[in-house]
């Protein structure tokens, strides 16, 4: 986990990386910007994939809560 913060919200970017011939995601930037993002990633031998917009939760074992 690598991050640069100046006061502003931090967004979560995804990276990768290659290591004999193969390609592993991870690990996370957090930064405010692409810029950033990129500068952190290049220092660290990565590649920024994109920027993480949408958290989904997947619990599909736990029941449905209806409120009325």
Sequence with gaps: LFAIERGGKL???LTKFTYDGKD???P???AEC???AELIAEDQGLEVEGE???L???DLDSKLNVLH
Excluded: A, E, Q, S
């Design 34 to 36: 692409m810029d950033d």
């Design 52 to 54: 993480l917009t949408d």
């Design 11 to 13: 967004k979560i970017f």
């Design 56 to 58: 989904v939760d997947l």
């Design 24 to 26: 592993y995601f991870g």
């Design 28 to 30: 996370n930037i957090h």
